[in-house]
């Protein structure tokens, strides 16, 4: 079965730290992987995906994410964290024709 | 501007009840989700339908029932027989035609059993 692990459910950080959310994925075939960030009381917002080719893809607000198939790992990264980067963020996985699959999320907390 | 909408934004049901959440939108994508958010569980599929007239059963689809008339609308009705309703209800779209396509999400709606 396919599924995402967020092995995190709470990551603190200091404003202008780098910061580093972890996912790892169990998918049959190649992995199709994406970020979300989801804001109090809101929907979810698409931050970056990986489909093929380079392992580092670059998303919105100044979001990362490095693909390492041996470790089946989809981390999400930002070199200098920002207060409004605070809320609730999700990995997910689509399996060929079939709907995401996503983690339970990480909650990040940026300290001022 | 393209997107999906959602409504109500908040909406209060009785025991026994059922209600209907509605989701709308103009991005003229095949195919439309919903997802049950609740507290340090993610996101759970309830049901999905990838083309008008058509629809499949999710992870949670128990106590819910879903319509694809329109390829814009897909309704979500919280049936009586849902006993723990109470969530952050999701709904989503994208393309079809492949894996490749993430989602875009209305804003929710948060349902609370009074």
């Known amino acids: 079965a396919q599924s995402v692990a967020q092995p995190e459910d709470q990551v603190n950080v200091a404003e202008g730290n780098p910061l580093t959310v972890k996912c790892t994925y169990s998918?049959?075939?190649?992995?199709?992987l994406f970020w979300y960030v989801q804001y109090p009381n809101r929907g979810l917002q698409f931050l970056l995906k990986?489909?093929?080719?380079?392992?580092l893809v670059k998303g919105s607000y100044g979001f990362e994410a490095e693909f390492n198939k041996s470790q089946t790992s989809f981390h999400l990264k930002k070199p200098s964290a920002l207060v409004s980067d605070s809320a609730l963020y999700f990995c997910?996985?689509?399996?060929?024709?079939?709907?995401?699959?996503f983690g339970k999320g990480t909650r990040l907390s940026v300290i001022a | 501007d393209g997107g999906i909408t959602q409504s109500p934004k908040y909406l209060f049901r009785k025991e026994g009840q059922n209600v209907t959440l509605s989701c709308e939108q103009n991005?003229?994508?095949?195919?439309m989700y919903w997802y049950r958010q609740d507290p340090g569980q993610g996101l759970r599929l309830i049901y999905y339908?990838?083309?008008?007239?058509?629809?499949q059963k999710g992870d949670i689809a128990e106590g819910y029932s879903v319509s694809r008339e329109k390829k814009e609308s897909f309704p979500l009705t919280v049936t009586s027989a849902q006993k723990n309703p109470t969530a952050f209800y999701l709904c989503?779209?994208?393309?079809?035609?492949?894996?490749?396509?993430?989602?875009?999400f209305g804003s929710g709606t948060r349902l609370t059993v009074v």
């Open positions: 990986y489909i093929t080719g380079d392992n």
């Open positions: 339908s990838q083309i008008v007239n058509d629809f």
């Open positions: 998918v049959s075939g190649n992995p199709y």
């Open positions: 997910a996985v689509r399996p060929w024709n079939t709907p995401l699959v």
């Open positions: 989503a779209s994208s393309s079809a035609g492949g894996s490749s396509y993430g989602y875009t």
């Open positions: 991005l003229n994508h095949d195919a």
